[in-house]
């Protein structure tokens, strides 16, 4: 079957756009080959930094014919509606049309529609083109003369050449005909722009692959990671040293060069006096290097070794030795920097740069970033015992934590915020507690992120996110929808992790208060939305732990849920539970229960809540439910009240056989009226008994 090969070929593409728009290329050709009935066996899109390339194997040459009946007006229909079944059928009149006998509605005019299947090359010259002028690129630019004329094309940088060719193997493929913008679709592309630049002719999938790897081009950017990353490690081996591996730089590297080859470049020692993580910093900023290590020492550290991996898009003459010279240099001159940023910052005190954070404006509603650390150090008092925290320490580290983001080091490279902050505290014979939570109260940024483990760096931590959450809800800046331009989900899943962590018995309620003060505002009107927004944030993180999200609704809907340690405790006690066979049919029949006294209470417009009377319980299974409510209630009860959740279970177990003895024996809706209330009074007491631990009518039986 026939075969499809599109290249778009122009200047060089940003690295951080190439692998999303080839999936873009891929997903908007085949979705418009399919949405035309056109099917294939198999799509593959390629980038490099100088053209997208797209492979679609398996078309068929031509769509498949296509016969629609259409039913027109009933025989004998006003002329007006005959004629405009005729319009859309594009028939020219009624002799076009046979009719149709239905039974019971008559006879009916149809109109039968045949179309030819189209050439496939035909549909591919429309959709090609249409794809092309409306590509989805983040940003995009015109060029040249026809960039004055409105609609021109815009392509992410200047567009040079298009190849589409159409066809099987075994034949000469056709070229996909279409122009834009004066861009005319041929066979000709080009190779590496410096080692093979004259134009090559290709016609097919079969021999582009070939055709560029000759020119210098690899077109597959996983295998260039492949070739730079195995390269990288044998360069460093030969040394005895080892690469420090970095993924996204890698990414990004692999978006740079055609035709990968990688150099060895060395720095002075006299730079490893410098923090690891700048020397990496810099280099990988300034020169998009790799950095290697020695191997551990005595100690079992290990050590950064004076040299880099530099990738190079050439294959030069005298083996690079110009290439690595020029980069030495670069690297040379920024470490120079580096060491001077770290000599100068080291001399001055981090409490002595607060002053600095009085010109800093967090954001313009809630002040400035010395008002913030004011807020911060509080709150870091006021929790650090909830986590086992030395509140002096918590108070010192939250002080001291944002002071670096006014060091030359942070910045020149902003990334290394509260890193530089640990240095700089470690420096000047802070703590360790206090130097660490400078560098930690940022964590955890993501789900994969590492939680803070030492209490200080907990508190600071917690202090942190908390005050930036009632912060923006203070102000009504929460996030909507898809935007989150503050990160705010990110904060409260932080939150959370921070807590179960800890295991830090810590009321949001109260803890929302405190910070609310901090802003000069009581929290009440702000405070139950910012609750269920951790409900939610929690939900998502449990969910994405295995927790049924039932479970999690059936406990957040009992009252005053706001200590997430128990919370999540509650919700695994009630998992293991309703895994047990008691549990399940305690979960039927207290759903059974639920649902009757629901439709009950609603047609009759009333609560059935009163205490069940003893003299009405007519029935040994009545007599005996309400026995084992009054036991089993009361032992729930007392195991919530102590934190008992697994005895609150076992309590609740015991309700399972006089309940299902109730449901098979007992008539709930009887003929005598106070017979029929008591009767759901005592279904009301069982509802009340089971939301000592959860709310059971928020349980969805086996759902998940």
């Known amino acids: 079957m026939p075969d499809l090969l599109l290249e778009l070929f122009s200047e060089e593409i940003p690295a951080r756009m190439q692998r999303r728009a080839a999936e873009d290329l891929r997903k908007l050709v085949t979705d ?14 390629f980038a490099t930094p100088r053209r997208l390339a797209l492979h679609v194997a398996g078309l068929p040459a031509r769509g498949q014919d296509v016969r629609e009946e259409r039913k027109g007006p009933r025989v004998g229909a006003p002329e007006g509606a005959v004629q ?25 005019y149809v109109a039968v529609i ?36 409105p609609g021109s094309l815009r392509w992410v940088r200047p567009l040079h050449s298009i190849v589409a060719s159409f066809g099987p193997e075994t034949e000469t ?16 592309t080009r190779g590496h722009r ?23 081009v690899v077109l597959d950017a996983d295998r260039r990671k492949d070739i730079i990353l195995h390269d990288a490690r044998d360069l460093a081996f030969a040394r005895g040293l080892d690469l420090v591996e970095d993924e996204g730089l890698l990414e990004e590297v692999a978006g740079l ?24 910093a810099t280099i990988r900023a300034n020169q998009k290097c790799f950095v290697l290590r020695r191997p551990p020492g005595p100690d079992g550290r290990e050590r ?36 001077f940023f770290w000599e100068t910052d080291r001399k001055v005190r981090l409490e002595d740069r607060l002053v600095k954070l009085d010109n800093i404006v967090f954001h313009e509603k809630l002040g400035t970033q010395a008002a913030r650390v004011e807020r911060i150090a509080s709150l870091a008092r006021a929790l650090a015992p909830s986590v086992g925290a030395d509140p002096d320490l918590a108070e010192r580290a939250a002080r001291l934590a944002k002071a670096d983001l006014v060091t030359e080091m942070v910045g020149e490279f902003p990334e290394l915020q509260g890193l530089m902050g640990r240095y700089y505290a470690a420096e000047q014979g802070e703590d360790p507690a206090v130097a660490a939570a400078i560098e930690d109260h940022y964590k955890p940024l993501g789900p994969s992120d590492r939680v803070p483990s030492e209490p200080v760096s907990a508190a600071v931590a917690l202090a942190d996110k908390l005050d930036t959450l009632v912060g923006f809800w203070a102000i009504d800046e929460k996030p909507t929808g898809s935007k989150d331009p503050y990160a705010l989900r990110r904060a409260a899943l932080g939150v959370i992790r921070l807590i179960l962590a800890s295991e830090a018995r810590l009321p949001l309620r109260a803890q929302i208060a405190t910070a609310a003060t901090g802003h000069g505002q009581a929290s009440e009107a702000f405070a139950g939305d910012l609750l269920a927004f951790f409900a939610d944030r929690l939900k998502v993180y449990l969910r994405d732990q295995g927790a049924r999200h039932d479970l999690i609704d059936a406990v957040f809907a009992l009252p005053g849920q706001d200590d997430l340690l128990m919370v999540v405790r509650r919700v695994e006690a009630l998992g293991r539970f309703l895994d047990t066979e008691d549990g399940k049919n305690l979960l039927a029949g207290s759903r059974r229960a639920a649902n009757i006294l629901r439709i009950e209470e609603k047609k009759d417009g009333r609560a059935y809540d009163a205490v069940p009377d003893q003299g009405l319980l007519n029935l040994p299974e009545e007599a005996a439910l309400a026995d084992a409510l009054r036991t089993a209630g009361a032992e729930a009860g007392r195991a919530v009240a102590v934190e008992d959740f697994e005895g609150a279970m076992r309590a609740l177990s015991s309700l399972r056989a006089p309940v299902d003895a109730f449901f098979d024996k007992v008539t709930v809706n009887a003929d005598d009226a106070q017979l029929r209330a008591n009767r759901l009074a005592l279904l009301h007491a069982l509802r009340a008994a089971t939301r000592e631990v959860a709310d059971f009518s928020r349980i969805g039986g086996e759902g998940r």
Request: glycine share 8%; hydrophobic share 50%.
């Open 304 to 339: 950064l070794a004076n040299a880099f991996i530099l990738v190079s898009n050439l294959v030069a003459s005298d083996g690079g030795a110009a290439i690595v010279a020029g980069n030495e240099r670069v690297v040379r001159a920024r470490l120079s920097d580096a060491a």
């Open 32 to 45: 418009a080959l399919v949405e035309r009935g056109f099917l294939y066996e198999g799509a593959k899109a």
């Open 257 to 280: 060069v055609e035709w990968p080859v990688t150099l060895m470049g060395a720095f002075d020692e006299r730079f490893l006096t410098i923090p690891p993580e700048v020397i990496r």
């Open 84 to 108: 405009g079944f005729l319009k859309s059928a594009g028939l020219a009149s009624l002799d076009e049309a046979k009719i149709v006998s239905d039974p019971k509605k008559g006879e009916f």
């Open 194 to 216: 410096f080692l093979a630049p004259q134009p090559i002719e290709v016609r097919r999938f079969a021999d582009y692959l070939p055709a560029l790897e000759r020119a210098f």
């Open 173 to 188: 493929p056709e070229v996909v005909p279409f122009t834009i913008d004066g861009v005319e679709v041929g066979l000709t």
């Open 114 to 149: 045949e179309r030819p299947g189209r050439e496939t090359i035909e549909v591919l010259a429309e959709i090609i083109p249409a794809i092309i002028k409306s590509f989805p690129w983040p940003k995009s630019m015109r060029w040249g003369t026809a960039s004055r004329e």
